[in-house]
């Protein structure tokens, strides 16, 4: 007797967890803006940057979960995606990578406002932006998912790792217990190239 499979879950319960980052960012750089006192200016941002990084990792776990998930499902027989929202819609590539550009963008320009508004010197982690890049890559290539049907049909990008990948699912279930995405940047390095 042959085992019925059910199909695989679009999103492995990511959903509430993620945090809208570049509306959220956008508004508290309002907020900072619209003191016209440099120190005023400071004070604010002192208040907000845990905010920003915390934002920044939440997605960036968000991220790197989704190439995880994706990687782990690519090891399963081919089957059906259930629940994937994006089936049969309309691809706009600019629209659809539009708030990894915005993080890249952010994650570049970081270390400036560090340093003028807090007088420190921050530096980007390199990796971080290679996995901004590669989840952009992955959203390039299938197309926004508008036409991913089944397991088989997502591609992943160029250069990611894949090796234990049927292990990711564990990993994902773990940290989606613990409510907090931020710790799925502790294993970039199984997806990264270094």
């Known amino acids: 007797m042959e085992a019925v499979l059910k199909g695989l879950e679009f999103d492995p319960g990511f959903a509430p967890y993620i945090l809208a980052f570049r509306g959220t960012v956008e508004y508290l750089y309002l907020d900072i803006n619209r003191f016209k006192n440099l120190s005023q200016r400071k004070m604010k941002f002192r208040q907000y940057y ?10 960036l776990g968000f991220y790197i979960g989704c190439l995880m ?5 690519k090891t399963q027989p081919e089957q059906e995606i259930l629940d994937n929202h994006c089936l049969g819609g309309e691809y706009n590539e600019e629209e659809n990578t539009s708030e990894t550009d915005f993080m890249i963008k952010f994650l570049e320009l970081l270390p400036k406002d560090m340093k003028y508004f807090l007088g420190i010197s921050y530096n980007v982690n ?15 290539i299938n197309k926004g998912f508008v036409n991913t049907k089944t397991n ?17 699912k564990d990993i994902i279930e773990e940290v989606l217990e613990g409510k907090n995405l931020s710790r799925l940047c502790d294993y970039k390095n199984l997806i990264l190239q270094v």
């Open 69 to 73: 998930w994706a990687a782990y499902i």
């Open 126 to 140: 390199q990796e971080d932006l290679k996995v901004l890049e590669m989840y952009r890559e992955f959203l390039v």
């Open 50 to 59: 845990k905010k920003f990084l915390e934002l920044l990792y939440n997605n």
């Open 152 to 168: 088989t049909d997502i591609k992943l990008p160029r250069g990611m790792k894949t090796e234990g990948a049927e292990k990711f």
